[in-house]
Nanobody
Framework: QVQLVESGGGLVQPGGSLRLSCLAS????????MSWYRQAPGKERELVAI????????NYADSVKGRFTISRDNAKNTVYLQMNSLKPEDTAVYYC???????????WGQGTQVTVSS
């Protein structure tokens, strides 16, 4: 069955770094666009970063541009989110998403908590 398993979240001080990983299984990873979303308490889920299936083009929310980097390793069925210069407002549950719009497929992970606090 399809699984997206996030890891790498935790507590970090402002200005620190974390790297999130999302291990995928049960579908053809290389054919899917991969994204990271986040949801803070009392707020709607928002797109943080996306990387395409072909060519690996990336796009970022304005709030994280220059600080976060999304990447993928198709050989390992894994997508990463490198987060640098973290701010308290980055605190949220981060979710991994796999999407193949042409097939109407949309998968979500269970989320990993990121807390930025001193």
């Amino acid at each position: 069955q399809v699984q997206l398993v996030e890891s790498g979240g935790g507590l970090v001080q402002p200005g620190g770094s974390l790297r999130l990983s999302c291990l995928a299984s049960g579908f053809t990873f290389s054919s899917y666009a991969m994204s990271w979303y986040r949801q803070a308490p009392g707020k709607e889920r928002e797109l943080v970063a996306i990387i395409t299936s072909v060519g690996g083009s990336t796009n970022y929310a304005d709030s994280v541009k220059g600080r976060f980097t999304i990447s993928r390793d198709n050989a390992k069925n894994t997508v990463y989110l490198q987060m640098n210069s973290l701010k308290p407002e980055d605190t949220a549950v981060y979710y991994c998403n796999a999407r193949r719009s042409s097939l109407g497929r949309d998968y979500w992970g269970q989320g990993t908590q990121v807390t930025v606090s001193s």
